[in-house]
């Protein structure tokens, strides 16, 4: 245990002495060792015996280009729009990633996941914002859920105050009783009410933008899970006679029998449903759970016991189905595997649980940011509000409230917003009526919402200050794109420009750039194999016509001839190359293209090469001596000085 304890101490010390101490400092910037080292393993998979010799190497890799980020910075190569543009568009990526709280997002993906587990069949008693004449009376609301209450108390039984309370039309037939349900089927309130309250009991009060919600959680079952079926839909017009009504009922039979003796599903679907839009899919719902669609024609899919197996005619509020199971997939049984993980996290991310998740940023941006309420007095600014608001007179304490008086803060110094009875008013005029239209919130609440929606644009505006993760992404994104933008500007587009400076060294180095053993060749690029095989055959039959048939094939196939060295011709296979030799093609596996030459000339011996032959050599030399003598340019600029006690600490 002792020798346990010391070697983690051992460890902990290391780890302070990184963060505690810079590797290195370039002119008046310093690099953690810990930054260092993350980009190097990020970078480098070596053998414990390399290490000491590769760490030295990329060390000078690292700081030359530290250098040339920094550079760029200075150059303010940070502010060009392209750069500018490439940031937010990843910043825009990102944002939603890290507006939510981590760990209340894998509570909710834990709780979802053991929801989805079963299914409850619940009973729901309904209490409208609006009575029968669908007049908002939200009066008449509270004093229909104050006599439910009252009652429930008093053991009436919920099915029957159900039957007379709800203002659901179906709870006169249904008594409530509305089926099964499962997570993701109802609003997250709703469904977290239900399976909080056990079985055989009512649940808390839910309000929703409509009214009032209670519910009874009757039963409880295995989850059945994902639901694929098709059916065919005969609908009963509305103000149909029971002549009508009849005429459908036997056209859902004839159909059932035509069904039982192998008629196919789909083309009866096609022509006879009702559900046009499942019918131009040959009768093929999309695929459903639990609670999506009325319990009988749910009961009717679970009642069928294999795939493709049809059901009776049966009958719903919608008319006559007939349905065919497709297939039932239960949940998945294992929340750590990668599948559920990405299905929860999506369905999460687009459901009104989502909203809960982003509460904690109130939380970091008055800790961190200090997102402070000033001092004034409310009264004041109550008066000064509804003055400008709803034109209501004001007294002189009201006047104490000016446009430019400030209501809220955050940050500090530079970084500081200020937040005024302008802004405060601006708000209040969009926002201070409920969602539900039952009228006015009160001052304090939409105040509250003001400043909760303030410190959220804080936080998303100053994602860096806040998460170290989101910080990290973004300056290694945004640096990789300075580095490249000063790359290109100084080594590469000079290089590649510089006619006069690629002769010079072409010049200055004759015996360097040389033909080894080398061929010209038709090289063909074909976007396909089934292209590649029939072009390669009429070549092979008639090889003097190549050209003509490769542009028979259009855009199919690509041509491109060049002298090559004999390893760089596809499938030669260390071989010596023929004239008139057609090689098979070679197939690239991933995306099914192919390429093959044809051999036009041989040139068995070394060779020098021409200024134009050697030209991509020669600009790769280039670039490699513009960056080199940049990079002494750069050190006396950015003075480099390792500390190589760190750096001994990292090799060993």
Not at 304 to 330: C, M, Y
Not at 454 to 475: A, I, K, P, S, W
Request: glycine content about 4%; overall charge neutral; proline content about 4%.
């Amino acid at each position: 245990m002792r020798r346990f304890f010391s070697t983690l101490f051992g460890l902990l010390t290391f780890c302070n002495f990184l963060t505690a101490q810079p590797l290195l400092t370039y002119g008046p910037y310093a690099v953690d060792a810990a930054d260092f080292l993350r980009a190097y393993q990020r970078n480098n998979v070596d053998t414990v015996r390399a290490k000491e010799a590769s760490l030295r190497a990329y060390l000078d890799l690292y700081v030359n280009a530290k250098m040339k980020v920094r550079e760029a910075y200075a150059r303010r190569y940070d502010t060009l729009p392209p750069i500018v543009q490439e940031v937010e568009n990843l910043h825009t990526q990102l944002i939603d990633k890290y507006m939510a709280d981590p760990v209340l997002l894998e509570r909710l993906k834990k709780e979802a996941f053991q929801r989805s587990q079963t299914d409850r069949a619940i009973a729901h008693l309904f209490i409208s914002f609006r009575n029968p004449n669908r007049e908002l009376n939200t009066v008449r609301a509270n004093t229909r859920k104050a006599e439910v209450e009252k009652k429930l108390s008093q053991g009436i039984d919920f099915f029957t105050l159900a039957k007379d309370y709800s203002d659901d039309p179906s709870a006169v037939q249904n008594q409530g009783q509305i089926g099964y349900i499962t997570a993701f089927t109802l609003p997250y309130e709703m469904e977290s009410a239900i399976y909080q309250a056990s079985i055989g009991n009512t649940s808390t009060w839910v309000r929703s933008n409509m009214g009032f919600h209670l519910f009874r959680v009757l039963n409880e079952r295995p989850a059945v899970g994902a639901i694929r079926a098709k059916q065919i839909l005969l609908a009963i017009p509305p103000g149909a006679n029971e002549v009508e009504k009849k005429r459908i009922s036997r056209l859902a039979d004839s159909l059932y029998q035509v069904l039982k003796k192998g008629a196919d599903f789909a083309a009866l679907a096609s022509q006879y449903s009702n559900d046009y839009v499942s019918a131009a899919n040959g009768g093929e719902l999309m695929e459903f759970g639990i609670g999506q669609y009325d319990p009988a024609f749910e009961q009717a899919i679970l009642s069928l016991q294999k795939d493709n197996e049809v059901s009776a005619p049966f009958n719903t509020s919608h008319g006559w189905h007939i349905a065919q199971r497709v297939s039932i997939v239960k949940p998945p049984a294992d929340l750590n595997a990668t599948e559920t993980q990405q299905a929860l996290d999506q369905k999460i991310r687009s459901d009104d649980r989502w909203r809960q998740s982003k509460d904690f940023n109130y939380d970091l941006v008055k800790t961190k940011a200090a997102a402070r309420r000033a001092t004034y007095d409310e009264n004041a600014l109550w008066q000064y509000s509804d003055s400008l608001l709803d034109r209501k007179s004001m007294t002189t304490k009201g006047k104490s409230i000016q446009p430019n008086t400030v209501l809220f803060t955050i940050g500090k110094d530079l970084s500081k917003k200020i937040h005024t009875a302008s802004n405060w008013v601006e708000y209040a005029t969009n926002f201070r009526y409920q969602p539900d239209g039952s009228g006015l919130k009160s001052h304090s609440q939409v105040r509250s919402e003001w400043e909760q929606n303030l410190m959220v644009e804080y936080y998303r505006n100053n994602l860096e200050y806040f998460n170290d993760e989101y910080r990290d992404q973004l300056t290694e994104f945004r640096d990789g794109n300075l580095f490249f933008e000063i790359m290109q500007r100084e080594v590469w587009d000079k290089a590649q420009s510089d006619t006069s400076g690629q002769r010079q060294l072409f010049n200055k180095q004759p015996g360097k750039y040389t033909w080894r053993a080398s061929a010209e060749v038709v090289l063909f690029f074909c976007s396909d194999v089934n292209a590649a095989k029939d072009l390669h055959a009429r070549i092979q039959a008639k090889s003097s016509n190549w050209k003509n048939e490769s542009l028979a094939f259009g855009e199919r196939v690509f041509t491109d001839s060049a002298r090559v060295e004999w390893e760089q011709i596809p499938n030669l296979q260390g071989k010596t190359p023929v004239v008139g030799q057609l090689l098979d093609p070679v197939i690239n596996q991933i995306d099914n293209n192919a390429t093959f030459a044809y051999v036009l000339q041989v040139y068995p011996q070394p060779g020098p090469k021409t200024f134009e032959e050697a030209r991509g050599n020669v600009i790769s030399d280039l670039q490699l001596e513009l960056e080199n003598n940049w990079d002494l340019q750069l050190r006396k600029k950015y003075p480099v000085k390792v500390n190589q006690k760190v750096l001994a600490s990292l090799m060993k």
